[in-house]
């Protein structure tokens, strides 16, 4: 993983030091514009053991996935710059359908009615324990 005290964007989390049996074979593809959130985002993964890719666009979401479809989690803002994060959703599980949805919100504009696939939500601020609880409950679905 690249680091220098997030100051650089963190591109690409292909490996894990010590990755668990349970997330070692899972990626997240996590959509986040702040650079704050994100990097500390980025870390609470990193201590949870997830594989992960960062993106802060959905625009460079997109272009992950085009690229790499080995995703099983899209854990997306949904108030983000140019293409929103439920656009972002639609599109990604148009791409791969059994991807699972994580929505982030510091708002209560959740999208029910809005998508006709399933997602979770993860409201804004939310602890290591909500994290972890809704990266669970993604991953056994």
């Known amino acids: 993983m690249k680091r220098s005290g997030c100051g650089a964007m ?7 030091i010590a990755t668990t049996a349970s997330t070692a074979t899972q990626r997240i593809l ?3 514009d ?3 959130v994100l990097c500390a ?4 993964l990193t201590l949870l053991d997830w594989r992960y890719c960062a993106a802060k666009s959905g ?9 790499d479809r080995d995703f099983s989690i899209l854990l997306s803002d949904i108030a983000l710059p140019g293409i929103s994060g439920i656009e972002l959703a639609k599109k990604a599980h148009g791409m791969v359908p059994q991807l699972q949805i994580i929505f982030m919100s510091g708002y209560n504009n959740l999208p029910a009615g809005v ?6 939500s993860l409201p804004k601020p939310y602890t290591l324990t909500q ?7 993604a991953r056994n679905r």
């Open 34 to 36: 702040n650079r704050d």
């Open 115 to 120: 998508v006709n696939f399933p997602f979770l």
């Open 41 to 44: 985002l980025s870390e609470l």
């Open 131 to 137: 994290l972890q609880e809704v990266l669970e409950k």
């Open 10 to 16: 963190i591109q690409y989390n292909r490996t894990a």
């Open 30 to 32: 996590v959509v986040e």
């Open 59 to 67: 625009e460079a979401a997109l272009e992950f996935l085009i690229a």
